[in-house]
């Protein structure tokens, strides 16, 4: 049952990148690069699935 839950919070991840993003695009107190580089660190989703994969605890 663990797995299942990291695994789901691991395939929602692309869902909260679109979010983050829309809300980049609407915000006018950062700059261009701090938007460019918060959609670039969004997009990291590998981490979290070789972290749940490799069987490292996330609870």
């Not at 929602?12 to 809300?23: C, D, E, K, R």
């Amino acid at each position: 049952m663990k797995k299942i839950v990291e695994l789901l919070l691991c395939i929602l991840h692309p869902l909260a990148v679109v979010l983050m993003w829309i809300n980049l695009a609407s915000r006018r107190d950062l700059s261009g690069f701090s938007k460019l580089a918060w959609a670039i660190f969004g997009l990291i989703p590998l981490v979290p699935f070789l972290y749940v994969l490799t069987g490292g605890d996330l609870f």
